[in-house]
Nanobody, 123 residues
Framework: QVQLVESGGGLVQAGGSLRLSCTAS????????MGWFRQAPGKEREFVAG????????YYADSVKGRFTISRDNAKNTVSLQTNSLKPEDTSVYYC????????????????WGQGTQVTVSS
């Protein structure tokens, strides 16, 4: 099992940046593919970015491609999401999630979730 804790959310003006981090417990972090998802009020939870166990494979939703960057440090059990050029429509609770085996696009594929961190972008 793995426990996930997100941090780094906050209030930022449009065009600004935030770096979200997710720290995992346990000694098997490197065996999990990791994903970032987000959920705005009244909307479905949606995929934002994902990364394979080695960190070599990175995947992004079209809405964030070129603005967000996912990375991981297996020695520190962390996965990060650098968010740049933020827009008001990026306002959401951001969740990190872990899954075994291959990377997946769907939230239903992920086994473990953090509690989320709020990102609010003002116009």
């Amino acid at each position: 099992q793995v426990q996930l804790v997100e941090s780094g959310g906050g209030l930022v003006q449009a065009g600004g940046s935030l770096r979200l981090s997710c720290t995992a417990s346990g000694r098997t972090f490197s065996s999990y593919a990791m994903g970032w998802f987000r959920q705005a009020p009244g909307k479905e939870r949606e995929f934002v970015a994902g990364i394979t166990q080695s960190g070599k494979g990175k995947y992004y939703a079209d809405s964030v491609k070129g603005r967000f960057t996912i990375s991981r440090d297996n020695a520190k059990n962390t996965v990060s999401l650098q968010t740049n050029s933020l827009k008001p429509e990026d306002t959401s609770v951001y969740y990190c999630a872990a899954k075994t085996q291959n990377f997946g696009w769907l939230k239903e594929e992920y086994d473990y979730w953090g509690q989320g961190t709020q990102v609010t972008v003002s116009s």
